[in-house]
């Protein structure tokens, strides 16, 4: 029996905007077995010509962009500033990737007795498990190198926000992707996803969500071996020394933890600021969170839009003391009528044995907190079992340095909180997950090295 249809709603109006039929397993095996089918031909395909077919595709892309803009807008409920950018950057992904294509080089070494070279092959069928909060742009990061690699792929976008991947789908095929090369399975729960994970046919699983989800996946694709990348949670901070330009450091914050309505993996969850500028560090960003233009993601000046689900509001809200006992310092303001809205929120001082400080809250809120010394700031700063990104503001340079060889995180940036670039590698430790999106580096987890030695003896 087929599952029920999957309703996709609009966050900010809570009104359907797409009902669409679900798979059930047999449609995810059939997906499976079209993309073994077509996967011969697209590993074998030269190069140049696999090139050319991912620049069309991110042509595609690029030439659909207002749309997809809209559609990613209507379905997560983010800015549609954000998702012009996020757009804009599939396009890149697509177009990083074809220009990785003929340029994934192996190696020749020295060894006694002949000639020993390394070659970089695919591995088969992918499958991309992807979450609700960038639902293209991380299908991007997937389908770009795998595709590049040879790779055939299934993606399984969150059932919440299936629309944009969908799309993409049609616009590959439009591209001139031979059928098979990339398909979407929709399907509510984690039946789908699991299915990938444990189908046989499956030769790599690339997933991006929560640490326990990923953990589950990790136990599951243990029975067939499969290699699998996890792109998991984080609780990310920002560190704000005395030093820094402190007027810059808090015009910053409220993007890097109000950003997509703070469901972001990277998100600056956690800002410590050096004790002495504590008190203006936190005047100056109330005021920048009351200023956040939050309401209709539609409209250009947007900065925050509602959260994806009445569940994840729920959820967030669940985080903050319902007596009311949070040091709450500021807050912006919300529209009211339809809609998962939540304020953006600034709680400081938090002690570090709040919920707030320790997990990831994946909504709009953050926990400010003072430090004494540069000791203090790193032991606050890894005082988490994640491990994704962070930030560090000072103007002395070797501290900089200093911070980002202390701080254990997979992405760490200085004077900026910026954490995504198309062209450098992206991901976590510890709780976070492992292997790298982005880069030339995700092209290792989407290849095996063939070792092969050709003997010179007469
Ligand atoms: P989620 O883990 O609930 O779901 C992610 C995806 O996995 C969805 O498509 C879901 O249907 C599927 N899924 C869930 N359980 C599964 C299972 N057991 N087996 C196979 N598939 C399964 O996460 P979410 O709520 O969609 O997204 C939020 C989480 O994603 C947050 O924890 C966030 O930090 C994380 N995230 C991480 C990154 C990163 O790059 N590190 C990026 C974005 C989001």
Redesign the pocket.
């Known amino acids: 029996m087929s599952p029920a249809p999957v309703r996709v709603v609009n966050p900010a109006t809570e009104t359907v905007l797409a009902e669409i039929p679900a798979q059930g397993a047999e449609e995810v095996d059939e997906a499976v077995a079209r993309a073994g089918a077509a996967f011969p031909a697209w590993a074998a395909l030269a190069p140049g010509d696999r090139a050319r077919l991912l620049r069309r595709f991110a042509e595609a892309v690029e030439a659909h962009t207002e749309e997809l803009a809209l559609l990613e807008t209507r379905n997560v409920g983010k800015p549609i500033t954000d998702s012009r950018g996020e757009m804009a950057m599939v396009a890149e992904v697509l177009h990083f990737y074809a220009g990785a294509v003929d340029k994934h080089r192996g190696a020749t070494v020295p060894v006694a007795g002949g000639v020993d070279m390394t070659w970089h092959e695919p591995l088969g069928v992918v499958g991309a498990?992807?979450?609700?909060?960038?639902p293209a742009a991380?299908a991007s990061w997937k389908l770009g190198p795998a595709l590049a690699c040879g790779n055939t792929v299934v993606v399984?976008?969150?059932?919440l926000t299936p629309l944009s991947a969908l799309r993409l789908a049609e616009l590959g095929l439009e591209a001139g992707l031979p059928p098979g090369v990339v398909q979407v399975v929709v399907r509510p729960?984690?039946g789908?996803?699991?299915a990938?994970?444990e189908h046989p046919g499956v030769a790599k699983v690339s997933?991006?969500?929560?640490?326990?989800?990923?953990r589950?996946?990790m136990r599951?694709a243990a029975a067939t071996l499969t290699p699998v990348t996890l792109?998991?949670?984080?609780k990310s901070a920002t560190v704000v020394f005395a030093d820094a330009d402190l007027e810059g450091a808090a015009r910053a914050a409220p993007a890097a933890v109000f950003g997509n309505a703070g469901?972001?993996?990277c998100a600056r969850s956690r800002i410590l600021v050096e004790r002495p500028v504590f008190e203006r560090f936190v005047t100056l960003l109330v005021e920048a969170t009351a200023a956040l233009v939050v309401g209709d993601p539609e409209a250009e000046a947007t900065q925050m839009g509602p959260l994806v689900s009445a569940h994840q509001r729920a959820r967030v809200a669940g985080f903050l003391d319902p007596e009311g006992a949070d040091p709450v310092a500021g807050r912006g303001t919300v529209p009211g009528g339809p809609g998962w809205w939540f304020p953006p929120t600034v709680l400081a001082p938090v002690a570090g044995d709040r919920r707030v400080w320790r997990e990831?809250i994946?909504g709009p809120v953050v926990a400010v907190a003072p430090f004494d010394d540069e000791a203090h700031a790193v032991a606050l700063a890894n005082d988490t079992p994640y491990g994704?990104s962070g930030s560090v503001w000072t103007r002395d340079g070797a501290r900089a340095l200093r911070m980002a060889r202390a701080v254990a995180a997979g992405v760490l940036s200085v004077n900026s909180n910026t954490s995504v670039r198309v062209a450098t590698p992206?991901?976590?430790t510890r709780q976070?997950?492992f292997g790298r999106?982005l880069g030339l580096e995700a092209l290792a987890g989407y290849s095996q090295v063939k070792n092969v030695f050709v003997s010179t003896e007469a």
């Open positions: 498990i992807v979450p609700w909060n960038f991380i399984k976008p969150s059932e729960g984690t789908a996803g699991r990938l994970v997933f991006t969500g929560s640490t326990e989800a990923g589950d996946v599951r792109e998991l949670g984080g469901q972001d993996c990831e994946f994704l992206f991901g976590g976070s997950g999106e």
